[in-house]
Structures are given as structure tokens and as C-alpha cells.
């Protein structure tokens, strides 16, 4: 017998229960909030740096500079730039297309029968909504482990600051030169995300859904920090080298979703849509953003033979909690533009390929350009500048329907800054993958 309309809604309400019950109190941090981990690391080494120049400089010289001169802020720009960036892409990463891989609509006949032959994109949304009365309740597993930021690597001490003075008196000859200390970062950090999918056909054209994720983030950072100076340039030993790891799960924020079909045609259409990403998830463990967003996007769509592309645009407005203005670490989410596209193409009645573009630019996010330091060309850094954050990801992705209306879904992403020649933009991980099961009824 098949379930009617009510049991199917109870169903996808249980779920929406019980996976924050399931996954509350599971938070397990080790040392530092994970939002604080980067910052404390820095913030030891300038009380470090700041032994070492009083043991070079002499604390009569000491006293007369201030933080500015010492370059502190400079210092400290990648420790909070990264925790930004690591809040927004980390607990923002794309969850998966709301439309479900079997949709539904009603002939001239008045008879039930499937609206494609697709089973859709991964990531894109398409204008298809499911049909009257039909759910689809999926499940994914993604795992990412951020390799770059700005185009250098997080490993092998590839991000470096400078802390120090400059333009002080040689006692030999009448140039001058600097006094600082070094600090090269090597992190790692890996994000893997459960999720609860449900998508419900609440008429013909019009279907809401949610999606529940439980985050399991990590991070182990080593900040090495050696005395240097423009004349001899590093010192064989570094003066401090410290180590922190922490890890947190929670649940994530939870995203509740609506999808309306205003133009109707074979096989696609326009719909226009709204997600509302709620924050849920703890800001303070990276979990979640430190602010609720809407996204508001229309999805256009079609079909030709076996190939459906599709095409977004869409922009996401942002708020901000309690955290984000009470003094931590954590900056507001920031408005954001979107855009993707791609096509899904039909290989046999029970397998489809998709391959998604999905971007996102974060408005007035900040960059970190990588420039020469105060003490020359060779000792480069990173430092902040204002500007937008353009992340490009590509998916490919198999979908195969091995019995009744159940899928298997493998995908893996990937950053194409490369292919765009903006290859400096925000986290990236070279190699994310998911892997997902959906079931129609």
C-alpha cells in the first residue's frame, strides 16, 4: 500500500527530530575552542618575539615601539583571516541539490509518470520539482581536507609572517637594518559531513524540504617562530615551536528549503527558490556560521535528447550572532553572489552522469596577498587587503538506481581556480569527495 501524503510528512518530521538529538552533546574539543586555536598559537609567539627583541635590542629600545612598529596586526592577520575563512567554506560547504533524483508529474491522461529520464544534478539545482505527494529522503557522507589557502600550501610551513623592527643603526657603516622573527604555519584540517536530506512535493509546482547535517571538523596546527635579521638572515634554531590540535562534531546549520515552478516545460522549466540557513550549528567550533543567511536564487533548466543542462543565480543575504559582535574571534558571514551551471547526461535508464560548476563570491570577505615583507624581497608574507573572495568548485558525479526508485550517488569536487587563472582565492581542498543514497516514495 502506498503511504498517503500525511505519513510520508511524518516521516521526513522524525528525521528532521532526529538527527540533532542523536548528535547533541557530542562536542569533544581538546585545548582550545577551535575558533580560538590559530589565534592563541600567534599570540604566544609574539610574547616570545617580544623576549627575543629585548634580548637584541635592548629594553630601553623595547619600550619606545609599540605594537604597530612590531608588526603585531601584520602577524595576526592570517591566524584570523584563516579562522574566517575556515567558518565560512568549511560549515557552508554545498550540502546537495534540493530536487530529488526522481520527479514526478501528471500526463494528459491524468496519469502519474516520471517528469525525466535523469536523475539530475548533484549540486546545481534543476527547475524539476518532485510532483504532488512525493518525498525523497537521501543521506550523504562528504569528507574535504583543505590543502591551500591563497594559492600556498597550509603544510610545510608555506605560510610565513614577520614580526620586527626596522631601520636600526649599524654600528660599522651608516645603513641600518632589522631585527624579526619568523613564523611559518603548518596545518591540517579535515572536514567530514553527515547529512539528512528530505524534499517533499507539496503540490505539483511547489516543494519544501530540509537538510540536517552533523559536522565532524579536526585541525592540528604547528607555528614555528625563528629569530632573524636582513644582514645574516635566519638563525640555524627557532626560538619557539609549538603545537595544538583540537576537533569538535556537532550538528551543523540546518538549511530549510522551498522551491516554486513558475514556467513549466518538457523536462525543465524556471523555478525560483529560497534557502534559509539556519545557525544551529556552533560558531565557536567552526561548526556553523556565526550568523543566519537566506538565499534567494531561480533555477533554469531543460532537456535535449539525453543531456539536461541547467543554470543558477541566486545572491545569499547574511546576519550575525551574538559571538561575531561580543569581542571573539569570529567575523559575520558576509553577503554572497551565486552561480552555477552544468548538465547532467543520460547513459542508461539507470545511470546519469552529472558535472556541476558551483561559485560563490564573498563580498568584502578580505584577501591575503602574498607580498614582500618589511625585510625584503626574500622574507615574503601574507597581509590583508580589502576585496572579494571568488571560490569556483567542479563536481562530477555518478548516480545509478539499482532497484525501485533507491539511488547511489559518488561525487568528487574540486577546485578549478586553476582553469579560471585565479588560483589565490580562498580555502581549497584538491580533492573532496561524497558519497550519497536517496530513496523515492
Same mark, same amino acid.
Given at each position: 500500500m502506498m503511504p498517503s501524503a500525511m505519513s510520508k510528512l511524518v516521516v521526513a518530521l522524525a528525521l528532521v527530530l532526529a538527527v540533532p538529538a542523536m548528535a547533541r552533546?557530542?562536542?569533544? @574539543?581538546?585545548? *582550545?575552542?577551535?575558533?580560538?586555536?590559530?589565534?592563541?598559537?600567534?599570540?604566544?609567539?609574539?610574547d616570545a618575539t617580544r623576549l627575543e627583541f629585548e634580548r637584541l635590542v635592548g629594553s630601553e629600545v623595547l619600550k619606545m615601539l609599540d605594537q604597530e612598529n612590531l608588526g603585531v596586526r601584520k602577524q595576526l592577520d592570517p591566524a584570523f583571516q584563516l579562522v574566517d575563512l575556515l567558518g565560512s567554506q568549511v560549515s557552508s560547504f554545498p550540502l546537495g541539490s534540493s530536487a530529488g533524483g526522481f520527479s514526478f508529474g501528471i500526463n494528459e491522461r491524468g496519469e502519474i509518470i516520471p517528469a525525466s529520464e535523469s536523475f539530475g544534478?548533484?549540486? @546545481?539545482?534543476?527547475?524539476?520539482?518532485?510532483?504532488?505527494?512525493?518525498?525523497?529522503?537521501?543521506?550523504? $557522507?562528504?569528507?574535504?581536507?583543505?590543502?591551500?589557502? +591563497?594559492?600556498?600550501?597550509?603544510?610545510?610551513g608555506a605560510i610565513k609572517t614577520y614580526t620586527g623592527v626596522t631601520g636600526l643603526p649599524r654600528l660599522s657603516s651608516?645603513?641600518?637594518?632589522?631585527?624579526?622573527?619568523?613564523?611559518t604555519l603548518d596545518l591540517r584540517v579535515t572536514s567530514e559531513t553527515f547529512a539528512v536530506l528530505a524534499n517533499y512535493g507539496v503540490t505539483d509546482r511547489?516543494?519544501?524540504?530540509?537538510?540536517?547535517? @552533523? @559536522?565532524?571538523?579536526?585541525?592540528?596546527?604547528?607555528?614555528?617562530?625563528?629569530?632573524?635579521?636582513?644582514?645574516?638572515?635566519? *638563525?640555524?634554531?627557532p626560538l619557539l615551536v609549538q603545537s595544538r590540535s583540537g576537533s569538535a562534531t556537532g550538528v551543523g546549520d540546518i538549511v530549510v528549503r522551498g522551491k516554486y515552478r513558475i514556467i513549466r516545460t518538457t523536462g525543465g522549466g524556471l523555478s525560483g527558490g529560497v534557502d534559509a540557513r539556519l545557525p544551529t550549528g556552533d560558531e565557536l567550533d567552526l561548526l556553523g556560521l556565526p550568523g543566519a543567511q537566506v538565499k534567494f536564487y531561480a533555477a533554469a533548466s531543460a532537456t535535449r535528447g539525453a543531456v539536461s543542462p541547467h543554470l543558477n543565480f541566486g545572491v545569499t543575504l547574511s546576519g +550575525?550572532?551574538?559571538?561575531?559582535?561580543?569581542?571573539?574571534?569570529?567575523?559575520?558571514?558576509?553577503?554572497?553572489l551565486n552561480y552555477s551551471g552544468g548538465a547532467d547526461v543520460v547513459l542508461t535508464p539507470r545511470a546519469t552522469v552529472a558535472l556541476d560548476l558551483v561559485g560563490r563570491t564573498l563580498r568584502g570577505a578580505g584577501r591575503l596577498d602574498d607580498v614582500a615583507s618589511d625585510f625584503g624581497e626574500e622574507?615574503?608574507?601574507l597581509e590583508f587587503s580589502e576585496g572579494n573572495t571568488h571560490l569556483l568548485l567542479g563536481a562530477a558525479g555518478f548516480k545509478v538506481n539499482p532497484w525501485s526508485t533507491?539511488?547511489?550517488?559518488a561525487t568528487a569536487l574540486f577546485p578549478l581556480g586553476a582553469v579560471t587563472g585565479d588560483v589565490s582565492q580562498g580555502?581549497?581542498? *584538491?580533492?573532496?569527495?561524497?558519497?550519497?543514497?536517496? $530513496?523515492? $516514495?
Amino acid at each position: 500500500m502506498m503511504p498517503s501524503a500525511m505519513s510520508k510528512l511524518v516521516v521526513a518530521l522524525a528525521l528532521v527530530l532526529a538527527v540533532p538529538a542523536m548528535a547533541r552533546g557530542q562536542n569533544a @574539543v581538546a585545548g *582550545d575552542r577551535l575558533s580560538d586555536l590559530l589565534p592563541n598559537l600567534y599570540l604566544n609567539s609574539i610574547d616570545a618575539t617580544r623576549l627575543e627583541f629585548e634580548r637584541l635590542v635592548g629594553s630601553e629600545v623595547l619600550k619606545m615601539l609599540d605594537q604597530e612598529n612590531l608588526g603585531v596586526r601584520k602577524q595576526l592577520d592570517p591566524a584570523f583571516q584563516l579562522v574566517d575563512l575556515l567558518g565560512s567554506q568549511v560549515s557552508s560547504f554545498p550540502l546537495g541539490s534540493s530536487a530529488g533524483g526522481f520527479s514526478f508529474g501528471i500526463n494528459e491522461r491524468g496519469e502519474i509518470i516520471p517528469a525525466s529520464e535523469s536523475f539530475g544534478p548533484t549540486f @546545481v539545482e534543476r527547475a524539476l520539482t518532485n510532483g504532488r505527494g512525493n518525498l525523497n529522503v537521501g543521506v550523504t $557522507f562528504q569528507r574535504a581536507t583543505f590543502d591551500q589557502m +591563497e594559492g600556498k600550501s597550509l603544510a610545510g610551513g608555506a605560510i610565513k609572517t614577520y614580526t620586527g623592527v626596522t631601520g636600526l643603526p649599524r654600528l660599522s657603516s651608516t645603513d641600518t637594518f632589522g631585527v624579526f622573527v619568523e613564523d611559518t604555519l603548518d596545518l591540517r584540517v579535515t572536514s567530514e559531513t553527515f547529512a539528512v536530506l528530505a524534499n517533499y512535493g507539496v503540490t505539483d509546482r511547489f516543494d519544501v524540504g530540509v537538510a540536517i547535517p @552533523v @559536522v565532524h571538523l579536526s585541525m592540528t596546527a604547528t607555528l614555528t617562530s625563528t629569530p632573524g635579521d636582513t644582514i645574516d638572515g635566519l *638563525d640555524t634554531q627557532p626560538l619557539l615551536v609549538q603545537s595544538r590540535s583540537g576537533s569538535a562534531t556537532g550538528v551543523g546549520d540546518i538549511v530549510v528549503r522551498g522551491k516554486y515552478r513558475i514556467i513549466r516545460t518538457t523536462g525543465g522549466g524556471l523555478s525560483g527558490g529560497v534557502d534559509a540557513r539556519l545557525p544551529t550549528g556552533d560558531e565557536l567550533d567552526l561548526l556553523g556560521l556565526p550568523g543566519a543567511q537566506v538565499k534567494f536564487y531561480a533555477a533554469a533548466s531543460a532537456t535535449r535528447g539525453a543531456v539536461s543542462p541547467h543554470l543558477n543565480f541566486g545572491v545569499t543575504l547574511s546576519g +550575525e550572532s551574538q559571538s561575531a559582535i561580543s569581542g571573539t574571534n569570529l567575523i559575520s558571514p558576509t553577503d554572497e553572489l551565486n552561480y552555477s551551471g552544468g548538465a547532467d547526461v543520460v547513459l542508461t535508464p539507470r545511470a546519469t552522469v552529472a558535472l556541476d560548476l558551483v561559485g560563490r563570491t564573498l563580498r568584502g570577505a578580505g584577501r591575503l596577498d602574498d607580498v614582500a615583507s618589511d625585510f625584503g624581497e626574500e622574507f615574503r608574507t601574507l597581509e590583508f587587503s580589502e576585496g572579494n573572495t571568488h571560490l569556483l568548485l567542479g563536481a562530477a558525479g555518478f548516480k545509478v538506481n539499482p532497484w525501485s526508485t533507491f539511488l547511489v550517488t559518488a561525487t568528487a569536487l574540486f577546485p578549478l581556480g586553476a582553469v579560471t587563472g585565479d588560483v589565490s582565492q580562498g580555502l581549497s581542498d *584538491d580533492f573532496a569527495w561524497a558519497l550519497g543514497g536517496e $530513496f523515492s $516514495f
